[in-house]
């Protein structure tokens, strides 16, 4: 079964810092690109953060460049998303994704919350 799993979510203060993972069962994620979005309430799911297959190549939203980092550990199976100096506007549900096979797969999200 292909699946992807988030977790890491939580309630952190501006400037904080989370990192989210992305568990993959069914599939080998280093064959695979895999992105991070997000969906903040009343907006549109946007692209984060993606990082190829084989790791060849990384993108960063601009309002996210040089405070998220994206990576992979190929023997967990499973891609990070390290959020640093994080905003209280970045508050949203944060999902993985892939596509595979000719079909889009998501994991069911974290909510991170940027809050005092």
């Known amino acids: 079964q292909l699946q992807l799993v988030e977790s890491g979510g939580g309630l952190v203060q501006p400037g904080g810092s989370l990192r989210l993972h992305c568990v993959a069962s069914g599939f080998t994620v280093d064959y695979y690109a895999i992105g991070w979005f997000r969906q903040a309430p009343g907006k549109e799911r946007e692209g984060v953060a993606c990082?190829?297959?084989?790791?060849?190549?990384?993108y960063y939203a601009d309002d996210v460049k040089g405070r998220f980092t994206i990576s992979r550990d190929n023997a967990k199976n499973t891609v990070y998303l390290q959020m640093d100096s994080l905003k209280s506007e970045e508050t949203a549900v944060y999902y993985c994704?892939?596509?595979?096979?000719?079909?889009?797969?998501w994991g069911q999200g974290t909510q991170v919350t940027v809050s005092s």
């Open positions: 994704y892939a596509r595979l096979f000719n079909a889009d797969y």
């Open positions: 990082i190829s297959s084989r790791g060849g190549n990384i």
